[in-house]
């Protein structure tokens, strides 16, 4: 699948802005030897776990969850609204098969922020603190780290299986910032629709039998015994190998863990419900991913910022997969009996323009936007807030980014009032003045 670039690309500035390591991910190995350094264990129990599904660009509210109708033509755009499964809520035509499965999600149409910038609302929405300015005053600027990240800290190991996951990449705010890079997501890239599919680092390579493994594994613990006997070798935390070697090990030996990455093993039935192709296998994957344990899954999409055009994009391939992606992943949960302990999120940094550009686009409007929430108690088929009637602003139960954090914090069972420290010793509020979207705690 090809990568897609905002309007503003990935530059050098958001690197510098946001952190090298909250916008790139960690292999394996790196995850183990930093999660070792910084002594983080694993936590125990079943919480619920996290599948965001984020549209990097900022996705139309118009186009999707929340149509206007009886807007001029020049707001309310092309398509038809289709009813859900709920009598008297419609939703935009593009997102049909989502209208069919409204009786098990909410959507919230009111949560707005104020800042235009892909940089500033991904950061926004992706840790629940607005990007700090003056950029680049060293110790007194300090970004926050995502809720992924955050739920990796507060988690620890799940079952040998690292408790944030992203593919096929990250987003570039999706990083730990001053939690350190032991909380940055692991990476699985590749398409999941191929037939060539594997993880790596954690598949085993197809000439290599577990029981091959394990003898190689048996040999090379007794070669490190034999040479720490010769030179006596004091062992420092920091650089004990083994222990990385083992958790390796475990995970790439561990029947779970396997089973959880061959997504060839699902029904093909299955397979084919969420769509055929990279996204919706992905998704499915996400699935996989929490059921073994993994306490949060992002799941990046890039495309959304359609600034030209959004009528054939709504119309194309973009938004039939979504919506028959995302409608089968809360089906699929709700079947399995998974949804009561997974929340599901589909969102991107903000809403579009109400009113349609020369260009046949809308450009990026922080003041309006729709959340799709599900799963985690958050009751099915609710409409949470309101636009005006020509979706300008959020205009009923209006929320902030803070809000919605705190919410999601709340749901997975963390405290969003907790104060951290960052790297120069300062405490930083996790959530500053967030208040629960109580329509989700019903």
Known sequence: MATHRNCDGLLRRDFIQLGLRGALGYGLCDLLRLKALAGEGAAGGRPTNCIMIWL????????TFDPKPDAPADIRGTFAT????????HFSE?????????DKFT???????????????NHY?????????????????????????????QRGVQGGLPAYMAMPGNTRSGGPNFLGGQHAPFIVSGGPNADSFRVNDVVLPGDIAAGRIKSRRDLRAALDNMKRFQDKVVEDPAMEFDRFYEQGFDLVASTKAQEAFD?????PKVRERYGRNDMGQRFLLARRLVEVGVSWVTVNWGGWDNHGGIADVYKGEQLKT??????ALIADLAERGLLDTTL??????FGRTPKINPGGGRDHWPHAMSVLMAGAGIPGGQIVGATDAKGYYASENVYRPEDFAASIYTKLGIDPQQTLLSTAGRPVRLVNDGRLIKELFV
Do not use: W
Not at 94 to 102: D, E, R
Not at 344 to 349: D, I, K, N, Q, T
């Open 322 to 327: 979504l919506d028959q992606g995302v409608s």
């Open 107 to 121: 959507v919230v149409r009111s949560i707005c922020h104020k800042d235009p910038n892909h940089g500033g609302g």
């Open 344 to 349: 599901v999120l589909l969102l991107g940094e």
């Open 56 to 63: 990097d660009g900022g996705p139309s509210h118009f186009e």
């Open 94 to 102: 593009p997102v049909s098969k989502l209208a069919g499965v409204f």
């Open 263 to 267: 997504i060839h093993r699902e029904d």
């Open 125 to 153: 929405m992706m840790t629940g603190a607005p990007t700090p300015v003056p950029v680049g005053c060293g110790a007194h600027v300090t970004f926050h780290p995502s809720m992924g990240s955050m739920v990796s800290y």
């Open 82 to 89: 289709v009813p859900t499964s709920v009598p008297g809520v």
